[in-house]
């Protein structure tokens, strides 16, 4: 029904469910494999879409990486990562201390600044170590670097009917919810109906509930 509106859509797929319905309708389906896996920055904005729907986007990125997805985070981490990507971001539209963004150049900001902020404001007890650890996972070199570094082919924004096919990884306590988190957010700025936007979003929602559940 969608489609005959004319909407566009944007599916996550477990399961191969919607494979079949994908290459009827001429869709692009999208698996993602340990080989060839979903990559994303988004960390890569211009100046207008850096807002507090962005930059809390990031902030959840980022603390999903370093606590999981059932971690706890206090009011004091909360702040600390929100000042920090607010710096970089500062640091590349206003001073030019950074050239290029992408998670790897967040990562080298951030560990090197996030200790001034907590020698600055008296902060004590701020895991740090782990912070650094755990995100570099991600950063260049390590088992996930392309992730966050490398850019979506923009070819699949000229797509109406996309389906992200994940099952590899609905198990993985980690890439499951960061993937399906990432590919929200892509598509929430590119998708041109309301109505696509709220069935992608059900869709993803109804993947986290179901990962919590499993992993519950």
């Known amino acids: 029904q969608l489609r005959e509106q ?7 797929d477990t399961g191969n469910s919607y494979e079949g319905l994908c290459e009827y309708l001429g869709g692009k389906y999208i698996s993602y494999t340990e080989k060839n896996p979903i990559t ?5 904005i211009n100046r207008a879409e850096l807002n507090v729907e962005k930059t809390g986007f990031l902030k959840n990125l980022v603390m999903l ?23 970089y971001y500062d640091a590349y539209f206003t001073t030019k201390r950074v050239s290029y963004l992408c998670f ?10 996030l200790p001034k902020i907590c020698e600055e404001n008296g ?36 797509e109406t009917f996309i389906v992200f096919e994940i099952d590899s990884i609905k198990d ?7 993937v399906t988190l990432i590919i929200m957010d892509v598509f929430r700025q590119t998708v041109t109906a309301a109505k696509a936007a709220d069935i992608s979003l059900l ?3 109804g993947m986290f509930e179901k990962a919590y559940r499993e992993q519950s």
Not at 6 to 12: A, H, K, L, S, W
Not at 40 to 44: A, E, I, L, T
Not at 134 to 140: G, Q, R, T
């Open 65 to 87: 990486i370093w606590k999981g997805s059932q971690g706890t985070v206090s009011k004091t981490e909360d702040r600390l990562i929100e000042q920090v990507i607010n710096e």
């Open 104 to 113: 790897n150049t967040f990562y080298e900001f951030s560990t090197e600044r």
């Open 203 to 205: 869709d993803l929602l």
């Open 6 to 12: 004319g909407t566009d859509v944007v599916m996550v």
């Open 172 to 178: 993985d306590p980690l890439l499951f919810p960061l």
């Open 40 to 44: 994303m920055n988004p960390f890569r």
């Open 123 to 158: 902060l004590h007890g701020i895991d740090l170590s782990s912070y650094n650890y755990l995100l570099k996972d991600f950063y260049k070199g390590g088992s996930h670097d392309v992730t966050l570094n490398e850019n979506m082919d923009s070819s699949l924004f000229d």
